[in-house]
C-alpha cells in the first residue's frame, strides 16, 4: 500500500481519519412504539420506511444512524464507515488472507453506497460501509423535515456486549487498523480483559466491549453524542417529560474522559448520551486500567443492578 | 511507504490522524505582563522560564503550548505535531526532494523531541515537531501547580496572515499530507484566495490563513480550545473581570462550524477561543465559500475595524 | 395595607415576589407564518385558537406567554401577574385615587381569572392580572403537546419603546410597587432618561423601556427566558436551520447581566433570549449607567442599525 | 405594619424579596487544610483572616459566605438577610413576642452591619442580618483578589439536620415570612415530616430540613450556586483534580427543581452545587412529596450510604 498520490483537496491516503461507527440495525420489541419515541421524543428524522424496518437519523447529514425492526432487541450488525471502494476492496483482501468469511452487500441501506460484512471472533456481525454522504454537518443546516430540538448530533461509538472481549478487540486491531486505547484489566497480560475501547479515528472509542457470559449477547448500548453537558442535561429533561427516567448518571468515566447519562428505551435496548470525549494521539500506547477505575473518573460510583444485566 | 506492520496497541502508520497545531513562539510588546495575563488571568501554568522567554501550557499534559518572548508582536514559529521520528525523516525527504530548505532543530523546547523548521511560500517559519507526552488529556487530572478553572484546554489552531494564501495552503496539502477543508473564494479557480482552512487530522481545521497584503505580518490569531459555549462566556467573564474586553463575538463561524469569540491581549496578539469545531470526513471534497459566509453561521455580522487590522 | 394574617404554606403579604411579565398580546403581519415560526420552530404549544388570535405558551405551565393578532406589528397590551384578586382590587383603589382610568378585563384570556387595565402615561396599555396555574414549572413536566426541546422556558421581560421613558417608569414605581433598578442616563437628575429597567421581584427587570420618538411605537423586544447560553446557542442553531438569522449578540448586557441575543421573527416583532439574569437585593439603590455601558458588560458593541429601528 | 413611603428608587415595603441565605459559621476538622481547599481549589476569596476564624466569599461582592473555625463540624450558626435595621427591628419585636429569647449582634462579623440571634426549635442558632454591600453581583466584576475562574456564584441555600424537622419549618412561617414550598410526607398531617424546603424570596428554597435523630446534629449540607450544569462539571473536574471525589450526582432534584451534586470537603462537612433552582409563585401551595420524588426528577437513583450519616 502506497500514499503517494497527494491532492490539494481530498486526504489520499486510507488511513483512519475520521471513520467511525456509522450506523446499526437494532431488533425492538414493538415497532411503532419504538419509532415514536426516536423521531418524537428524541427528534430524530425518518430517512426510508420499508415497512419492517425504519432508518432513522439526526438530520444533520443524510445518512442513517439505526435502523430498528421489530424482533428480539440487540443487533443485527453494526456498521464502521470506510473511506471509499478502493480502502474496502483493501480490506477484503486483508480480511480474504486471514481467512475471514467476508461478503459483499452494497446499495441495501439507504445512503450506503457499498459494504462488506463479516462476523467478529464473539460471532457479532460487523460491516464496513461507504456512505454517499460525506460532507460535514454543519451546525446550523438540517436535512429532512423533524430534527427535534434536543436531538443529539449522531451516534457517537456502539459497545458490544461480547464474551470474547480480548479476541474481538484484537481482530479490530490485526485487520481492520483499529488501535485499543484502553484495555480494561488488572492484568495487562491475562487471557481475557473486562472490557476494552477502540479507535480508528482521532476519537478515544468507535468501537467498545464489555464482557458478557451470553454467546447470543450483542450490545450493551449505543451512544449517540450530544454537544454539551448542557445538551445532555436538556435531552434528559424531554425524556423524562415522555415518562422515561434516566437509568445511570450524568457521570464521567475515566475511559475516555466522556460525560455520560444512560437510559433503558421503549422497545428495548439501551442508550448513552455522551460528550466530551477525549481524542487520542495515534502513537498514544494503550492505557490498562482497572474496572471501577475506567467507569468513572469524580470517584466511586454504584451503577443499579440492571446496568450489568443483558437489556442490549 | 507501507503501513504493514499492525500492532495490537498503537496505529502503526504515519498518516495524520490527531496531528494538529501544537505550539507557537510569539513576541509580546511586554513579557511581564503577557506572563501575567497568561498565568494568573488566563490560568496557563508555566512550563519553564528561560528569563527572556517563557514556555506556557494548559497545564492538562506536559506539553507547552506558547512560548513568549519580548519582541514585536507576531509568530517567530509555529508547530505541527507529528507521531514520531520515523514521520519526521520521511517529511524531511520528502521536503528535500521538493527543494525546501529544511533544517533540524531537535530538543530546544520542553517536552519537544525532535523538530524540522522550513518556511512556508509567504516567508513564515513553521515546525514539524515530536513530543514526548503524547498521552491523551484526562479531564480530571493535571500537570504542574497552577491551571486556573476557566483555562482552555490547549491550542486549537493557528490562523496566519499571509500575503499568499493559496501558495502557502497548497504546499501544505503537497508537502505535509494536509487537506483543505473550505477555501474562501468566490471563484475556485481564482489565482489568490481570501482564505484558506487546511486539516491534517479530523477537525475541520489545524493551520487556517487569512489573507494580509504586507510579507512581514504572520499571524492574525491563535485560537484556543475551550469546552463549550458556556466555558467561553466563563472565559469571557474572567477576562473582563480583569479589564481585557471582548473584540469581536460570541458568533458561530461557517467554515468549520466552531463556536468563537476574539480579544486582543495585554502584550499584544489576538487570540480566538473556539468551541465545538466540526470533523470532516477524509474523503470530503473542498468546500468554496464567499468570505461573508465562511465567517458566520448565525446571519451577517459586522466584525469591528480592528479585527481585519494587523495586530498579529 | 397591614400584613399581619400568616400561614403556613403561602406568603401572606401582597408584595412583589416572583410578579413578573406575564403575557403581551401582539400584532403580527402573517397570523399563519408566525403561527408555524413559534410552534414548529421555537416549540411553543398552543394553549387556544380564537380563529383571529392565537395564544402560545411554553408548556411547563398552563399559562399562556403570548398571543398573536393579525395586524400591525408590536403589542396591543402586556400583562403582569399580581397574586391574587385582593391584592388587584387595592390597586384598582390606588389607580382610582391617582385619577388613572381603569378598566376590569376578568377571564377573557385563556388561564387568566381577572385583569386590571390602563394605560402608561406613554399610552402604552398594561394590564395586571391574576392566573389559574400558579404552580411553579417542574423542568421535566410538560402540560399539553408539541414543546419542543429548543423551545425557552417562558418569557422573561418585555421592553417598551416609549417617548417617556421616565414618566412611564416613575409610574408604575409610584404606582404599582415596581422598583428601578437601573436608569439609563448620564445624568440622575435630566428630565429625560434614554433607558429604565424596573422590576418587582427579585429580577433586575420585569419591564423596561428604551426611548422611541414616535409615540405610536410600543415594544422593542419581548425576552424569552432560556436556561443557559448553551440553551441560547442551540435555540439559535434551530431558528437558522429554518432560515431565521441572528440579529445581534450573543453578548452581555450591563443593565442586569443577562446574556442576550436579539431575532426579526417572521411576522414581525422582535425578541430576544436571555439567560442569567441577576437577582437584586430589595434595598438596593437605582444604578445610573450611560447607555453604552447599560448595554454591553463585555466591552464596546456595535449594535447593527436595524438593532435602533421601530420593528416593534 | 403598613407600606406607605413609596420611593423611585428602592423597594418600599420591608416583605420578603430576594432575601435569602446569607452566610454559616462551620466548624473544621482542619482550618489549614480547609481554608486552602475552598481558596485554592474552590476559588473562593478571603474577606478576613482572624487567626482562628477565616471569612470567605465568592469575590462577586463584598459580603462573605462561609466563616470556618477549628473545632466540630456542623455550625456554629447561619444567617438569613434582611432589608434594613428597621427591618430587624420589626422581626425583633414578633419574636420578643412569641417569647422567642433575642440577642443584638451587631458588626462583629465583616461586612454584617446588624444581626439578631436566635434558636430554632431543634436548637439550631439562627440569625437575621443586614448587609453593607447590597448591590447586585455583576458577573464581570470582582471585588478582590483570587477569585478562581470555577468559583461558585456564591452560598444558595442552607440544609439543616434537625430533629425536628416540622417545627423547626413551622417557626419560620409563623415569626419570620418563609413559606413552605415542598414538605417531605406522605401524610400532609404527619406529627412530622422527612424534610422541608422553605423559602423567604422567589426561589424555591432558602433554608431547608432533613431529619436526623441526634438533637446536636446541625447540618446536612451547605449548597453552592453554579451557574448552569456546564459549571458543575468544570467545578467537579476542579476538584477531582485535586483528589477531592464526587459523593452523589449529577442528578436533579424534584423538590426545587435543581441540578445537583454532593461533595465531602476537606476538613469535614458536606456541600452542594446547584444550579437551575426553581421560582415559586408567592401564592402557591405547600406541595407534599415523598423522599423518593422528591430527591430525584430524573428517575429513581441510589444515594451512597454516606449521604444517610451525619457528616455535617
Not at 10 to 18: K, L, Y
Not at 108 to 124: W, Y
Not at 172 to 186: E, M, Q, R
Not at 218 to 224: G, K, Q, R, V
Request: with cysteine; aromatic share 8%; net charge negative.
Amino acid at each position: 500500500m502506497t500514499c503517494n498520490v497527494m491532492s490539494l483537496t481530498g486526504s489520499s491516503c486510507d488511513m483512519p481519519g475520521v471513520h467511525r461507527f456509522e450506523h446499526a440495525e437494532l431488533g425492538v420489541t414493538d415497532l411503532e412504539e419504538a419509532t415514536a419515541f426516536y423521531t418524537d421524543v428524541v427528534g430524530l428524522i425518518e430517512i426510508r420506511d420499508d415497512g419492517d424496518c425504519v432508518y432513522l437519523g439526526s438530520g444533520l447529514d443524510e445518512t442513517f444512524d439505526i435502523a430498528i425492526r421489530e424482533g428480539d432487541t440487540g443487533i443485527d450488525h453494526f456498521a464502521v464507515r470506510v473511506a471509499d471502494r478502493d480502502e474496502l476492496e483493501r480490506y477484503k483482501a486483508r480480511l480474504d488472507d486471514a481467512g475471514v468469511d467476508v461478503k459483499r452487500d452494497d446499495g441495501n441501506e439507504p445512503g450506503q453506497t457499498a459494504g462488506l460484512r463479516f462476523d467478529l471472533p464473539s460471532g457479532t456481525r460487523m460491516e464496513l460501509a461507504t456512505v454517499e454522504d460525506r460532507r460535514y454537518q454543519h451546525s446550523n443546516e438540517v436535512h429532512g423535515d423533524g430534527r427535534g430540538g434536543a436531538a443529539p448530533m449522531g451516534v457517537d461509538h456502539i459497545t458490544l456486549a461480547s464474551h470474547r472481549v480480548k479476541d474481538d478487540a484484537t481482530f479490530l486491531a490485526n485487520h481492520l487498523d483499529f488501535s485499543v486505547s484502553t484495555a480494561v484489566t488488572d492484568d495487562p497480560d491475562a487471557e481475557e480483559w473486562s472490557g476494552a475501547f477502540t479507535r480508528r479515528g482521532d476519537y478515544h472509542h468507535d468501537v467498545a466491549f464489555l464482557p458478557h457470559p451470553d454467546p447470543e449477547s450483542t450490545m450493551h448500548h449505543i451512544s449517540w453524542e450530544v454537544k454539551t453537558v448542557d445538551h445532555m442535561k436538556s435531552f434528559i429533561d424531554r425524556i423524562n417529560q415522555h415518562d422515561v427516567p434516566l437509568e445511570f448518571g450524568i457521570g464521567r468515566h475515566y475511559a475516555g474522559d466522556n460525560v455520560f447519562s444512560y437510559f433503558q428505551t421503549p422497545g428495548g435496548n439501551r442508550i448513552e448520551l455522551t460528550a466530551e470525549m477525549a481524542t487520542v494521539d495515534p502513537a498514544a500506547d494503550t492505557e490498562y486500567l482497572p474496572f471501577e477505575r475506567a467507569l468513572s473518573a469524580w470517584g466511586p460510583v454504584r451503577p443499579p443492578e440492571s446496568f450489568q444485566e443483558d437489556v442490549s
